[in-house]
T-cell receptor, first 114, second 115 residues
Framework: DAGVTQSPTHLIKTRGQQVTLRCSPK?????VSWYQQALGQGPQFIFQ???????QRGNFPDRFSGHQFPNYSSELNVNALLLGDSALYLC?????????????FGPGTRLLVL | DAKTTQPPSMDCAEGRAANLPCNHS???????VYWYRQIHSQGPQYIIH???NNETNEMASLIITEDRKSSTLILPHATLRDTAVYYC????????????????FGKGTHLIIQP
């Protein structure tokens, strides 16, 4: 059973560009959450998708947007990249009807903005 | 979700039990305690969670005090591969009205297993 997968593993962009990161959830999971982890910090919640809609959102500007597909996979889009967007981007999947909704993380995509 | 306090770092000898403390004195009655760990540059790994009873799985044991204001994660026989940052997170269950559904990570405890 494959766990959560993310692509690409690494990415280099320049300021002002746009980026799309991808996530496939663990088998049987229907919910995807995205997190940003800056160097030396804990992950910070960006948003969560369920039934192809954004359910909850953390304190991130609307340059950060997402999408969930019918097969539950998800994309994170970041527009007008800033140097401060350089971070490890993590995807976590879960099964929403599980009362405790334990989240399982993928390996992450490391984004460097120059 | 309630805040947690963890020591910034701890050492433990290989083969010994590693006991990682977490204080969550403002925890509410329906909030769970979750533990994750993150090995350098990898995604966080789920370890265990509990509400009020002690829990054990193949990775670790979770001991929650009777007043639920603190907990301890126990790795019974630590190995070098257990060196990681360990995060203690308190979280409301789904549909409890308890804030955003994202996990709130603090700075965690950097556990170093010494050979």
């Amino acid at each position: 059973d494959a766990g959560v997968t993310q692509s690409p593993t690494h990415l280099i962009k320049t300021r002002g560009q746009q980026v799309t990161l991808r996530c496939s959830p663990k088998s049987g999971h229907d919910t995807v959450s995205w997190y940003q982890q800056a160097l030396g910090q804990g992950p910070q919640f960006i948003f969560q998708y369920y039934e192809e809609e954004e359910r909850q959102r953390g304190n991130f500007p609307d340059r950060f947007s997402g999408h969930q597909f019918p097969n539950y996979s998800s994309e994170l889009n970041v527009n007008a990249l800033l140097l401060g967007d350089s971070a490890l981007y993590l995807c976590a999947s879960s099964f929403l009807r599980d009362f405790q909704e334990t989240q399982y993380f993928g390996p992450g995509t490391r984004l460097l903005v120059l | 979700d309630a805040k947690t306090t963890q020591p910034p770092s701890m050492d433990c000898a290989e083969g010994r039990a590693a006991n990682l403390p977490c204080n969550h004195s403002t925890i509410s009655g329906n909030e769970y305690v979750y533990w994750y760990r993150q090995i350098h540059s990898q995604g966080p790994q789920y370890i265990i969670h509990g509400l009020k009873n002690n829990e054990t799985n193949e990775m670790a044991s979770l001991i929650i005090t009777e007043d639920r204001k603190s907990s301890t994660l126990i790795l019974p026989h630590a190995t070098l591969r257990d060196t990681a940052v360990y995060y203690c997170i308190v979280r409301s269950p789904m549909y409890s009205g308890g804030g955003a559904d994202g996990l709130t990570f603090g700075k965690g405890t950097h556990l170093i297993i010494q050979p």
